[in-house]
């Protein structure tokens, strides 16, 4: 079992920065990939960046390649979205995810099986 808290999200303007923090806590954190999606209202949840169980593999939309990190800190339990350069197309409730996989990159929802609660992340123009 994992659970998993996000926290950070918040108003920001076009050409800004947040970092999202993903606290989980379980005993199998550490041997699972962790992604970030994210999802607005009439649309399905989103990819958005992955990372391996070691840190050692990383993957990112297209969409947010070049301006969004991820990372993680296996003795602090915790996954990290740095978000740069904000543009309002990037407004969504962000969900830190861990998946079923260890060492493979997972972008598909179903790749997934422990869910945040989401935070709301607003990038006004």
């Known amino acids: 079992q994992v659970q998993l808290v996000e926290s950070g999200g918040g108003l920001v303007q076009a050409g800004g920065s947040l ?37 050692g593999r990383i993957y990112y939309a297209d969409s947010v390649k070049g301006r969004f990190t991820i990372s993680r800190d296996n003795a602090k339990n915790t996954v990290d979205l740095q978000m740069n350069s904000l543009e309002p197309e990037d407004t969504a409730v962000y969900y830190c995810a ?23 992340v607003t990038v006004s123009s």
């Open 19 to 55: 970092r999202l923090s993903c606290a989980a806590s379980g005993r199998t954190f550490s041997n699972s990939a962790m992604g970030w999606f994210r999802q607005t209202p009439g649309k399905e949840r989103e990819f958005v960046a992955a990372i391996t169980s070691s840190g």
């Open 98 to 120: 861990a998946s079923r996989f260890r060492e493979t990159i997972a972008t598909r929802f179903s790749d997934y099986n422990y869910w945040g609660q989401g935070t709301q």
